[in-house]
């Protein structure tokens, strides 16, 4: 395993703006999630920003060109000041997107963040089923408080953004998913096969779908695209394939340190909502000034351009498109974060991937088996 330095500055890689800042004000959540991407010892960060602290966050962010800003955890609705938030940002000309369970949503909050200026909000939803719902989430009340909630953010006049995160215990009803989304009149539908970071990546086994579900699951999503066109449906449906069924990698945040500036609730800057778990120094906003992060610290350095790049990546025609792919799944994979991401057929370590697609087939990890952020839902999961 390497470790880096905390010191750096690469000269000729002068970076843009940080245009997407992403605030995880709080690690704590009413759900449990066994594919949250929250790094595993979330538990041990109870320290969080001030309401000021992340005001002078977005301000200095601003300043720097920031434009779009989400509010995500965790669970951010757990913090009282969100409106607050919300409200300077907007100040600052931020658009503002809020991502959230439902969880703690009431009408009065709803109202208070529609008139603070929010301009966006993106519910996810753990199933189509209220059992499985709730079983996953960890919550009897889960589903019907997300479905009250959709349609209360509809009636405030906002578009209706879902997220089905989609595994292989729930891939099989992507149907019924589909037609809950039309029941509820959504006009954006994420259908997003978990990737595998945080708490996914430990639950690996027991979530990938196998290609045949996966095959199944964008035939039927690709019907109901039909469908809704065939009757004007204003309905947009997106389906995204997990990395592990790719051949080439993605290019994971339009790369390292070019656009994504993800502040953690304590203040470490990454650039990228999973690089804590890398072995490199990554700053805080509590010692270093945005400007300094973005532009001159090791870690927001480390993977810009190409220069740090070891074949095959090297001298790839493609590595201006994908950037080497993840540097994450390359270190959660390979152990070591600058090696080709093993997504691509090119890599030496693509036959890790390729093993994960066979286990998927032939031993596939149970339901019960799956670990949740909270040990009492794994108990009530593996007694259903
Ligand atoms: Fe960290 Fe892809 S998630 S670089």
């Known amino acids: 395993m390497h470790s880096y330095g905390s010191s750096f500055s690469k000269p000729g890689h002068e970076p843009g703006p940080p245009m997407w800042l992403l605030a995880e004000l709080t690690y704590r959540c009413p759900l449990q999630c066994p594919y949250c991407s929250n790094p595993l010892d979330f538990a041990r960060s109870k320290q969080e920003l001030s309401t000021e602290q992340w005001i002078e966050v977005f301000r200095q962010s601003r300043a ?18 969100l409106a607050i938030l919300i409200g300077a940002a907007r100040e600052l000309g931020y658009y503002t997107n809020l991502i959230t369970s439902g969880i703690g949503l009431t009408e009065e909050k709803l109202a208070s963040f529609s008139a603070a200026g929010l301009d966006h909000i993106q519910i996810s939803f753990q199933a189509a089923d209220e059992e499985v719902n709730n079983l996953l989430a960890g919550s009897k009340k889960a589903f019907a408080q997300k479905l009250a909630m ?16 989609t595994h292989r215990h729930n891939i099989d009803n992507i149907g019924r998913i589909i037609e809950l989304c039309v ?31 996966l095959v199944r699951a964008e035939a039927i999503t690709n019907q109901w695209r039909e469908k809704l066109a065939a009757q004007n449906h204003p309905c947009k449906l997106i389906f995204v394939t997990p990395d592990y069924y790719e051949e080439r990698p993605k290019a994971c945040m339009n790369g390292w340190g070019n656009l994504f500036l993800d502040i953690t609730p304590d203040g470490t800057a990454l650039p990228c909502h999973s690089a804590r778990q890398l072995p490199v120094e990554f700053p805080s906003v509590l010692e270093h000034s945005i400007e300094y992060i973005w532009r001159h610290s090791f870690g927001f350095n480390r993977f810009r351009g190409d220069d740090w790049m070891p074949e095959p990546c090297r001298n790839c025609d493609e590595r201006q498109r994908d950037f080497g792919g993840c540097r994450c799944q390359a270190f959660m994979l390979t152990g070591d974060a600058s090696n080709a991401d093993p997504v691509c057929s090119k890599s030496a370590d693509h036959g890790k991937i390729l093993a994960a697609r066979r286990q998927a087939e032939e031993a596939p990890g149970t339901m019960a088996e799956l670990k949740f952020r909270n040990e009492r839902a794994s108990r009530l999961i593996a007694k259903a």
């Open 64 to 81: 720097l060109g920031a434009a779009q800003l989400g509010f995500s955890g965790g669970e951010p609705l757990v913090r009282q000041d």
């Open 150 to 165: 959709a349609r209360a953010v509809k009636a405030h006049g906002y578009p209706m953004v879902l997220n089905f995160v």
């Open 183 to 213: 029941e509820l009149e959504a006009d954006f539908v994420e259908l997003a096969t978990c990737q595998f970071y945080g708490w996914a990546e430990l639950n690996r086994a027991g979530l990938l779908p196998s290609k045949a579900q």
